[in-house]
């Protein structure tokens, strides 16, 4: 496929005139099955890097996700605009996800949603194996690859075997994509995935739509939380919380005092997490209470709000999570959003401890 026609087709499939900035460098390194790591901020586009090329090489292209809830985004979203992309999970029916497999041996998918415990089984190794027989593998898309690293705060075994496919299919490019990745990590996703003369890609972090608050939590905070939510009434608004029991007080509670909301946490049936993640995006509920099970890729570009009413383990958390708002929006979104910390309880002093030896961005501030 020429390189000339990646303008055409992200008109045709996707309805953009332009790429984002760096967005178009990646896409035509992958069209030459060049390995690569891209790390761009969320909201940056990395999908797109993965999609055209996608609906461009021959064959079918397996995106690895960590989450059920990112999978069955995109893969809507994908369907929405025409393009043969489906997933196979543990949501599914066996039936079900054997159907979606031999729809995609028949060369009837183009792209391939699943999670990294699912890629690794044998049944399904053997499954790629008869693809690479019949339409061919053309990529293997890595999202969230930071998962991979034993210093990334997302660490996840199951990735850190994903390196093996490279022994299977030695001619399988990889392109490896996270929003957050540091120095070291960015070393152990190389190395763990075993890229071959990777391109490495860093886009620009800077959100000029974004602001940052950080407030003392203290026994009026909560009121504080109303307020806030009542002069943003009808606005989407996302709410972290740490830990499940944590969301449904909180939900709760918001929903005694009038403030519609709907929770959402892995303790949840899938079929809830589904149904609550649908409402949200469709506005059908401004408020959605959560612990970071929610997030990741979720196309909402107009959030106007990210609150951690507790504070997040890491710094990186702090400035990752309120990356959500404007995150799939064709263009940034017209007016600014804001991500607040209500965060400084009783844990704080630990989770300094942990921190002392990061950097904090110039755009946050912490109370005593």
């Not at 804001?338 to 109370?367: F, Q, V």
Request: aromatic letters at 6%.
């Amino acid at each position: 496929m020429k390189l000339l026609h990646v303008d055409q087709a992200l008109k045709q499939y996707f309805g953009y005139d332009t790429f984002r900035p760096g967005q178009k460098d990646v896409v035509e390194a992958v069209l030459e099955q060049q390995d690569m790591l891209v790390l761009m901020p969320t909201g940056g586009g990395k999908s797109l890097t993965y999609q055209l090329p996608a609906l461009l090489l021959p064959g079918l292209t397996i995106v690895v996700s960590p989450l059920i809830a990112l999978m069955q985004d995109q893969v809507s979203r994908l369907q929405a605009n025409g393009i043969e992309a489906t997933f196979v999970n543990s949501s599914l029916s066996y039936e079900e996800g054997a159907r979606r497999e031999r729809a995609a041996m028949s060369g009837q998918t183009k792209l391939l949603y699943v999670a990294p415990e699912r890629l690794l089984k044998p049944s399904f190794l053997t499954f790629l194996e008869h693809v690479k027989k019949t339409v061919g593998l053309s990529l293997l898309a890595v999202d969230e690859a930071h998962c991979v690293s034993e210093w990334g705060h997302d660490f996840r075994p199951e990735y850190r075997q994903i390196g093996t496919l490279r022994t299977r299919f030695p001619e399988l490019p990889i392109l490896a994509l996270t929003a957050t990745a540091t120095a070291r990590v960015r070393r152990d996703i190389l190395e763990q995935l075993k890229l071959r003369q990777p391109i490495t890609h860093i886009a620009s972090f800077n959100r000029p739509n974004l602001s940052y608050e950080v407030r003392k939590k203290h026994k009026g905070s909560y009121g504080e939380l109303v307020q806030i939510l009542r002069q943003k009434q009808g606005e989407s608004v996302i709410i972290y919380c740490l830990s499940r029991s944590g969301v449904e007080k909180l939900s709760a509670d918001l929903q005694a005092d009038g403030i519609d909301n709907l929770p959402y946490h892995a303790g949840l049936s899938p079929r809830v997490r589904s149904d609550n993640q649908e409402r949200f995006i469709r506005d059908d509920v401004p408020v959605l209470v959560a612990t970071i099970a929610f997030g990741m890729g979720i196309a909402k570009p107009d959030v106007r709000a990210v609150i951690h009413y507790d504070m997040p383990k890491t710094l990186r958390g702090t400035t990752r999570n309120p990356a959500v708002p404007g995150a799939m929006a064709s263009q940034p979104i017209a007016s600014s959003s804001s991500a607040m910390g209500i965060a400084c309880g009783r844990n704080t002093s630990l989770r300094k401890k942990r921190t002392s030896s990061s950097k904090p961005s110039r755009s946050i501030s912490y109370n005593r």
